[in-house]
C-alpha cells in the first residue's frame, strides 16, 4: 500500500495523559498536513511541513501540541495534557509540491482521539 | 473566517436520481477541490478545479466553479447506494509555497436504494 498511513487508528487516553500520533506519508512527496475534524465538521488546518521544517501553524495549535518531522519523511504529532476538547479525528495529507494549482492533497485513514 | 458553507447539509434521494451539492467560500482562492468521507474514515479526493476553469468532469461528477459569485457546484449523476458518504469542498490558500485547504461543514449525503 503506497498511500498516507497513520497510526494508531484509534487512541482512548484519560485526561492529562501525553498522545503521539505517527502519520507515514507517501514516499517523495514533500509537504505534509496535519489537519483535525470534530463530528459534524469539516477537516481545519493545523500546521504543514516542507521537507523536515515547519513551514505553517494554525492559532489552533496550543502549546500543549507540538509537531515533528525529523528526516523530512513521516511526522509526529504530540499532544500533551489532553483535555476533552481535543477528542477529534487527527488527519495527515500529504502532496507532491509541484504546481500550488494543481496540488492534491492525499489523506490518512486518521486517528481518532478520545479523552475521558 | 475562511471557511466555506456547502448547501444542503443533508441530502436524501432514490438511487438512480442526480444529487446536487453547493458550496460557497469568502475569498479569492487558488483551486477548489471535492473530497468524499465515508462514515467515520479518510478523506478520497475526487476532482480539482482551477480557479480559472469553469466546469470539469469526471466520470459520474461534474464540478463548476463561479469565481465572480464564490460558488462551486458537484453534481453526482444516475447516484449509486455506494455514493452514500459525506462529501466535502475545500478552497486552496497559499501558505509559504504550498497551500492549506479549507474545508466546508459538508453536506451528508444519503442514497436510497
Known amino acids: 500500500d503506497t498511500g498516507v498511513s497513520q497510526d494508531p487508528r484509534h487512541k482512548i487516553t484519560k485526561r492529562g495523559q501525553n498522545v503521539t500520533f505517527r502519520c507515514d506519508p507517501i514516499?517523495?512527496?514533500?509537504?505534509l498536513y496535519w489537519y483535525r475534524q470534530t463530528l459534524g465538521q469539516g477537516p481545519e488546518f493545523l500546521t504543514y511541513?516542507?521537507?523536515?521544517?515547519?513551514?505553517?501553524k494554525s492559532r489552533l495549535l496550543s502549546d500543549r501540541f507540538s509537531a515533528e518531522r525529523p528526516k523530512g519523511s513521516f511526522s509526529t504529532l504530540e499532544i500533551q495534557r489532553t483535555e476533552q476538547g481535543d477528542s477529534a479525528m487527527y488527519l495527515c495529507?500529504?502532496?507532491?509540491?509541484?504546481?500550488?494549482?494543481?496540488?492534491?492533497?492525499?489523506f490518512g485513514p486518521g486517528t481518532r482521539l478520545t479523552v475521558t | 473566517s475562511q471557511q466555506g458553507e456547502e448547501d444542503p447539509q443533508a441530502l436524501s434521494i432514490q438511487e438512480g436520481e442526480n444529487a446536487t451539492m453547493n458550496c460557497s467560500y469568502k475569498t479569492s482562492i487558488n483551486n477548489l477541490q471535492w473530497y468524499r468521507q465515508n462514515s467515520g474514515r479518510g478523506l478520497v479526493h475526487l476532482i480539482l478545479?482551477?480557479?480559472?476553469?469553469r466546469e470539469k468532469h469526471s466520470g459520474r461528477l461534474r464540478v463548476t466553479l463561479d469565481t465572480s459569485k464564490k460558488s462551486s457546484s458537484l453534481l453526482i449523476t444516475a447516484s449509486r447506494a455506494a455514493d452514500t458518504a459525506s462529501y466535502f469542498c475545500a478552497t486552496g490558500y497559499s501558505i509559504q509555497g504550498a497551500q492549506k485547504l479549507v474545508f466546508g461543514q459538508g453536506t451528508r449525503l444519503t442514497i436510497n436504494p
Open positions: 495529507a500529504s502532496s507532491a509540491g509541484t504546481s500550488l494549482r494543481l496540488e492534491e492533497q492525499y
Open positions: 514516499s517523495e512527496h514533500n509537504r
Open positions: 511541513f516542507q521537507n523536515e521544517a515547519q513551514l505553517e
Open positions: 478545479i482551477r480557479s480559472n476553469e
